[in-house]
């Protein structure tokens, strides 16, 4: 028996690309996937990826900027550890003022928050992560909606629970998108706090940060467009669960011309990811 690898995220983005029924005659297709954790290609955990390619390769064009996960999965069940992280990273000259002035991070002791810094600092046992899944745990761990989850997903999945399905965009936080097209959370961070010590409810915190990644899909997906000519987008992983993310990527993808495509008959999560190994094995073989 021939063994293919598949890239978890190549996979997530080739089983949207056959839930849609995209063959290889409809051109290279720019995969928007974003999830909690997948290995990836370098050796460090993706879940923020612009993949440019087809069923048979992709090449990674953008990604988020790393966030690190202090004690490595201890992370995903205890969030604080990621807005403690997010905050270190946006705003490290202020980060004991944040701490003292932010409710959900004085939940930290003196010693936590020394020892979460010196983990970090010496990149012991703290992994780095492109994950929007993560970024989605930080906020809503930083708005002290859930900073020690009780299931999987807890904190992002609460965070849309306040849009309370009305799907209207505002003006979101932008985020930094640089040269290399690594997208940059760190204004995002930072606006965020602002919100939070000006009293801003967090409903309305919640819409702008889901605004904000809407538009930063658009306008990297844009950028990418001038120098990798795809023909169509598509939007995988377990981060589209968010109907609010993926109904106005969607619509607003289409508003300026880009072709893009959800998931329709196979789950966006990792349900879906047997499907899209399938799919790039035949590929292969087929060539």
């Given amino acids: 028996i021939h063994m293919q690898q598949v890239q978890h995220h190549h996979a997530h983005m080739a089983a949207c ?6 063959s ?37 064009v953008a990604h988020l900027r790393h966030i690190p996960l202090i004690g490595g999965d201890a992370a995903v069940y205890e969030p604080v550890r990621t807005a403690f992280a997010l905050v270190k990273n946006s705003d490290g000259a202020h980060l004991a003022q944040h ?12 010693t936590q928050r020394n020892v979460f810094a010196h983990m970090m600092d010496k990149q012991l046992n703290t992994f780095a992560a492109s994950s929007v899944g ?12 859930c900073t020690h989850a009780e299931y999987e997903a807890q904190g992002p999945i609460e965070l849309e629970g306040l849009l309370q399905r009305n799907l209207s ?8 998108i640089d040269a290399s097209t690594t997208i940059d959370y760190a204004p995002v961070i930072r606006a965020i706090i ?43 992983g377990g981060v589209f669960l968010n109907e609010f993310l993926c109904v106005n990527t969607l619509i607003a993808l ?26 790039v094995a035949r590929a292969r073989q087929s060539q």
């Fill in 24 to 60: 290889e005659s409809s051109g290279k297709t720019l995969g928007v996937v974003f999830d909690g954790a997948g290995f990836g290609a370098d050796g460090t955990i993706w879940g923020g990826e612009f993949l440019f390619g087809d069923y048979t390769q992709v090449t990674r």
């Fill in 194 to 236: 602002d919100d939070i010590q000006a009293h801003v409810p967090i409903a309305t915190i919640s819409r702008k940060f889901h605004s904000g990644v809407v538009q930063m899909v658009v306008r990297v997906c844009q950028e990418l467009h001038r120098h990798h000519p795809f023909n169509q987008v598509v939007l995988s």
């Fill in 134 to 145: 993560r970024l989605f745990d930080g906020v809503a761990a930083l708005l002290g909606i």
């Fill in 254 to 279: 289409r508003q300026v011309g880009i072709v893009a495509y959800a998931h329709k008959n196979v789950p966006s999560n990792d349900g879906g990811i047997s499907l899209g190994q399938v799919m």
């Fill in 169 to 176: 965009m505002v003006q979101g936080y932008a985020f930094g």
């Fill in 17 to 22: 690309m056959a839930d849609n029924g995209l």
């Fill in 99 to 110: 701490c003292d002035s932010i409710a959900s991070l004085r939940t930290l002791s003196a």
